[in-house]
């Protein structure tokens, strides 16, 4: 009778061993199938990118057949930047 009670206590516990396996087998495979999710939606947005930048490329190339650019005149220098006014002179500004 001993023997009989030991193992259905071990029955038990494997089986709790086994829901719980299950319960986190489960988990991670909903994790997986929502990380599956977001790499199939990744790569159609690179699929989308990189068609999208084949269709600037082209519509740039026929835009410049069709009005290229004149050439840009040399630039000139930038004009200097006035120093800053001095503190003292700040100092006088009356208050609005």
């Not at 599956?36 to 190339?61: G, I, M, S, W």
Request: hydrophobic fraction near 35%; charge should be positive; charged fraction near 25%.
């Amino acid at each position: 009778m001993a023997q009989q009670a030991g193992v259905k206590e071990n029955v038990t516990r494997v089986e709790s061993k086994k829901g719980d396996e299950t319960s986190k087998r489960d988990l991670l495979s909903d994790k997986l199938n929502k990380v599956l999710d977001k790499q199939r939606l990744y790569f159609k947005a690179v699929q989308t990118f990189q068609q999208e930048c084949k269709r600037n490329e082209t519509l740039r190339a026929t835009v410049q057949q069709l009005a290229p650019t004149p050439p840009t005149p040399a630039t000139a220098p930038a004009p200097p930047v006035a120093p800053p006014a001095p503190a003292a002179a700040l100092e006088s500004v009356p208050d609005l």
